[in-house]
Nanobody, 127 residues
Framework: EVQLVESGGGLVQAGESLRLSCIGS????????IGWFRQVPGKEREGIAC????????YYDDSVKGRFTISSDNAKGTVYLQMNSLTPEDTATYYC????????????????????WGKGTLVTVSS
């Protein structure tokens, strides 16, 4: 059974950093694309970063490019999201998700075909 568990959320002040973790089990991380999403109540969930752990290819939404970094530790079956220079607009529940990885052509497309989801971790950034 494929499972994804997020952790690392919490309350921070604007300008501070957090690192989220997504631990996967029941599947080989290298065979999947892993994405990070976030959602604010009343708004659609948005994809912000994804990675193909087998080759390290990444993609970032413009809203987080230059501030967030996605990485993977394949031996630990874990994908991280390092979030720097946080602002109150980053306040959301953050989810990781997975789908089969078929290569790094048009990485953004993985946002639209995720098959497995974690339950999320809440990030709150105070001003």
């Amino acid at each position: 059974e494929v499972q994804l568990v997020e952790s690392g959320g919490g309350l921070v002040q604007a300008g501070e950093s957090l690192r989220l973790s997504c631990i996967g089990s029941g599947f080989a991380l290298e065979a999947y694309a892993i994405g990070w999403f976030r959602q604010v109540p009343g708004k659609e969930r948005e994809g912000i970063a994804c990675i193909g752990p087998s080759d390290g290819s990444t993609y970032y939404d413009d809203s987080v490019k230059g501030r967030f970094t996605i990485s993977s530790d394949n031996a630990k079956g874990t994908v991280y999201l390092q979030m720097n220079s946080l602002t109150p607009e980053d306040t959301a529940t953050y989810y990781c998700a997975a789908t089969r990885y078929t290569g790094n052509y048009y990485m953004r497309s993985y946002f639209y075909g995720m098959d497995y989801w974690g339950k999320g971790t809440l990030v709150t950034v105070s001003s």
